[in-house]
C-alpha cells in the first residue's frame, strides 16, 4: 500500500474531481452540499483528534468519529434528524469511492458504511391561505429598491412555486414576456421547465425589470452588492415579511413560514382551483413532496417551443382530447388558474390519431 492510498488529502481531491465532477458529473449544489459536509467534519475531527486535516490519515476516520460527528451535528448544532442523514449520505459517498482506492482499509470502510441512517418523522408541510398570501405581498415596501425586490420575488414564488434554488438563479434572459410569457428554469434533476406566468406577475416583472435593474442585468434578484442572493438570504427576507404581514394578518404568527411553504401554497391553490389527480396525477401534494404537481409540468412539457400555453394545447390535442396526457379540461383549469383564455371546442382523431380514422369532437367539459 502506498503513502497516497491512506492520505486523506488525496482522497478527497480524487473524491471531488474525478468522482463528482468528472465521472459523475454532478451538479453545482450536489457538490456544495458535500463540501459543507466535509467542512464541518475536518473541524470536528481536528478539534477531537489534535491533528490539522492536512495531516489526517484515511484510518483515522473509524466509524466511533463518524458516530461521534453524526451526534454531535443533533446535540451541539441542533440539526433535525433529516439534516443528519443528508450530512451521512456525503461521507458514505465518499468511503464508498474510497473502498476502490484503498482497498487495504476495506475493514475501517465497512464498518463506517454500516452505520444506520436515523429514522424520522416527515411532518405536514402547511400553507398560506389567500388572505395570508395577500398580507406577505403587501408587507414589503415598495418605495425602496429592496422592497419591490421583495415583493417581485414573493409574487414570482407564489404563483410558480419555483424552488429557492430556482429563483435566486434566475437571471434576467430566463423571464419571457408577451404572448406566450414564461419563465425558464434548470432545476433539480437537471429538468428544464417553462412556467407560464399570470398577468399580474407579467406587469411586476415588467417594472422591476425596465426600472430597476441595470442596462445588462445578470441577476435577476441582486443581493444590494449585485450578487446572486444566498439561500439564507432569502430566508432571512421572508422571515421579516411574515413578520411584518402578521400584524395584519395574525394567523400568520401561527405558521413557520419558509420558502418551501411558498412552492407548497401554489400546489394546493392548483388542487383548490379544480387541477387535481382526477385530470393528472398529483404525487403527495398533501404532504412533503420532491416536485410540483404533475399537471403543471406536464402543461409546461406540452407546451414548450410552441408560443406559450395560450396557442399549444389548441395546436397539439391528440387521441381523447389530451395533451401528453393532459386532458382538455384540466388544460383549461391551469389557464383560468394563470389568467389565460379558455381552449375552444377542437376536433381530434380517435384512436391515436391515425391518417383516415374516425373522428369525433372534444367539447370543453368532456
Known amino acids: 500500500m502506498t503513502a497516497a492510498t491512506g492520505n486523506l488529502a488525496v482522497l478527497l481531491e480524487g473524491f471531488f474531481t474525478r468522482r463528482l465532477m468528472q465521472q459523475r458529473q454532478a451538479s453545482a449544489h450536489t457538490i456544495a452540499s458535500y463540501r459543507d459536509t466535509f467542512r464541518l467534519f475536518l473541524r470536528f475531527a481536528q478539534k477531537r483528534l489534535k491533528v490539522a486535516p492536512s495531516a489526517l490519515a484515511l484510518e483515522q476516520l473509524d466509524a466511533p468519529l463518524i458516530a461521534a460527528f453524526l451526534a454531535d451535528l443533533e446535540h451541539e448544532r441542533g440539526v433535525g434528524a433529516r439534516s443528519r442523514n443528508l450530512r451521512q449520505s456525503a461521507i458514505r459517498s465518499f468511503f464508498q469511492y474510497a473502498a476502490f482506492e484503498s482497498p487495504g482499509h476495506a475493514g475501517l470502510i465497512q464498518r463506517v458504511l454500516a452505520i444506520p441512517s436515523k429514522r424520522c418523522t416527515r411532518k405536514q408541510v402547511c400553507h398560506l391561505t389567500r388572505e395570508e398570501v395577500d398580507a406577505l405581498l403587501a408587507a414589503p415596501d415598495r418605495t425602496t429598491w429592496s422592497g419591490r425586490r421583495d415583493h417581485v420575488l414573493l409574487l414570482l414564488a407564489v404563483q410558480t412555486g419555483l424552488r429557492l434554488s430556482e429563483i435566486t438563479g434566475l437571471r434576467a434572459t430566463d423571464i419571457r414576456l408577451g404572448t406566450g410569457a414564461h419563465v425558464h428554469v434548470l432545476g433539480k434533476g437537471r429538468k428544464e421547465r417553462c412556467t407560464p406566468l399570470a398577468k399580474q406577475t407579467q406587469a411586476v416583472l415588467r ?160
Not at 252 to 270: G, Q, S
Open 207 to 366: 417594472s422591476w425589470m425596465s426600472s430597476d435593474l441595470g442596462p445588462e442585468p445578470a441577476i435577476l434578484f441582486p443581493s444590494a452588492r449585485g450578487s446572486r442572493l444566498s439561500a439564507d438570504g432569502v430566508q432571512y427576507l421572508v422571515a421579516k415579511h411574515v413578520a411584518t404581514a402578521a400584524r395584519a394578518c395574525p394567523s400568520l404568527t401561527r405558521k413557520r413560514v419558509t420558502p418551501h411553504v411558498l412552492r407548497h401554497t401554489t400546489a394546493m391553490e392548483l388542487l383548490q382551483a379544480g387541477v387535481g389527480d382526477r385530470d393528472v396525477a398529483w404525487p403527495r401534494i398533501a404532504g412533503d413532496h420532491s416536485d410540483l404537481p404533475r399537471c403543471r409540468s406536464d402543461v409546461e412539457g406540452a407546451c414548450a417551443g410552441q408560443g406559450g400555453a395560450s396557442q399549444c394545447a389548441g395546436q397539439a390535442l391528440s387521441a381523447g382530447g389530451q395533451v401528453d396526457g393532459v386532458s382538455q379540461r384540466a388544460l383549461n383549469r391551469w389557464h383560468a388558474v394563470i389568467g389565460l383564455p379558455v381552449l375552444p371546442a377542437v376536433a381530434v382523431c380517435a384512436g391515436g390519431g391515425h391518417a383516415g380514422g374516425p373522428r369525433r369532437t372534444v367539447h370543453e367539459g368532456s
